[in-house]
């Protein structure tokens, strides 16, 4: 199958290999902001006029479609937010900051992006909690005997990715939340890098709370969703108020309203929520268990091309999925993709925003080359001729 075709900016003849930073947008999700735009402009959940009406139900929509697609139990499980950042945020600083005390323990790994590791030190700080890590496997990925091992009376949550964004080895959040759930830990996992990649299905795998963000699955930046069961969003303190969250107000009482529209205090980003429905209905057109099985595919072809160069060292060769970091021998990771660019190709360069694992790891910075379904062998091609240069070092400080 070839979706190329659906998305305006592979037309350039520009190579894109940074989709664990965010996904090309298909043509279909833009036209469907656009038509928002144009069409029916106005506020959702405040006007009684028939733009609003729309605008209102559009939204709702695709609240719908997001419970549908990770298997919530109901749509009021389901918040929209910025971003998976702000997603985190919300359960660890709205649910755990009131829900943790002093010496509770708080489980994750050295693989974990910032926006899981900064709030839980934060909450160190505040609480006297300790984040305390799982040991991972010698090739960076997730051990499952070392959480068995770490588990203690103290120990009250286990905050991790599904899938690493560095590594990118996937981790069996089913197993992982039996587990937790008999010794009375909860779960909060972030899904950036798994959702629009693999089955997601909450109630499968019972997770307490669950954050993603819609650009890294063909929707559009700046929005977010938070899955929570409904009794523990129920739980959390409100961060902000203003207009949709009350139902009432005097100098001495609020009464909010009912989830979700408690958690989505102002006015919401409205064309991005409406945007994102597009996004599924493509991700489901596609079929997630094809995208899985390609970009499984297609990280195989490219380690087959690269592990003949002797100038370059792969970290994550063995590990299944759709993410390679790699160096270049004698070059700086960001000179190789400053090189790359000037071939039109697209790579990330940096820690990745773990700087924990690379500080530990003696791996420093790397190139990230991350895949998804619109990516081919044949640009795969065009990255490994461009590494097989011998003027690599030259041209990259050009």
């Not at 063909?218 to 069961?229: A, E």
């Not at 990516?375 to 070092?393: P, Q, R, W």
């Amino acid at each position: 199958m070839d979706y190329r075709n659906d998305f305006k900016f592979l037309k350039q003849g520009i190579i894109y290999f940074d989709n664990a930073a965010t996904t090309l947008k298909p043509d279909k999700v833009i036209e469907k902001m656009d038509d928002y735009y144009y069409n029916y402009p106005s506020n959702a959940h405040r006007g009684d006029y028939n733009i609003s009406i729309k605008a209102s139900t559009e939204f709702e929509n695709t609240r719908s479609l997001v419970k549908k697609f990770i298997n919530a139990k109901k749509t009021e499980e389901i918040i929209f937010t910025s971003g998976a950042t702000d997603s985190i945020n919300m359960a660890i600083y709205g649910y755990f900051l009131n829900n943790l005390k002093k010496d509770d323990e708080v489980l994750i790994t050295k693989s974990e992006h910032a926006s899981i590791v900064i709030p839980w030190f934060d909450l160190e700080n505040k609480l006297g909690i300790k984040v305390r890590y799982i040991d991972l496997n010698d090739d960076y990925t997730f051990n499952i005997e070392n959480f068995k091992t770490m588990i203690n009376p103290n120990t009250k949550v286990i905050s991790i990715a599904e899938i690493t964004n560095v590594i990118g080895d996937k981790r069996d959040i089913k197993e992982i939340t039996k587990i937790a759930h008999e010794n009375n830990i909860k779960v909060l996992v972030d899904a950036s890098q798994s959702i629009g990649h693999v089955k997601i299905d909450v109630t499968d795998t019972d997770v307490d709370f669950l954050a993603f963000s819609a650009h890294k699955m063909l929707g559009p930046t700046g929005v977010g969703v938070l899955y929570g069961k409904e009794e523990l969003l129920n739980e959390i303190s409100y961060r902000k108020g203003g207009g949709t969250s009350i139902s009432f107000e005097n100098p001495s009482e609020i009464i909010y309203k009912d989830l979700p529209y408690k958690l989505e205090a102002g006015t919401q980003n409205i064309a991005g929520v409406i945007g994102l429905s597009e996004a599924i209905k493509f991700l489901n057109e596609v079929g997630l268990d094809y995208i899985e099985d390609y970009t499984n595919n297609l990280k195989e072809y490219l380690v087959s091309k690269l592990e003949n160069n002797k100038n370059i060292t792969m970290y994550n060769p063995d590990v299944e999925g759709s993410i390679l970091i790699f160096n270049v021998k004698n070059v700086f990771a960001q000179d190789t993709a400053i090189y790359l660019n000037n071939h039109n190709i697209c790579v990330r360069a940096g820690d990745h925003c773990d700087k924990k694992l690379h500080d530990e790891t003696n791996m420093k910075n790397t190139v990230r080359i991350s895949l998804y379904f619109y990516n081919t062998k044949e640009e795969i091609d065009k990255l490994v001729d461009a590494l097989n240069n011998d003027n690599i070092l030259e041209e990259s400080i050009l």
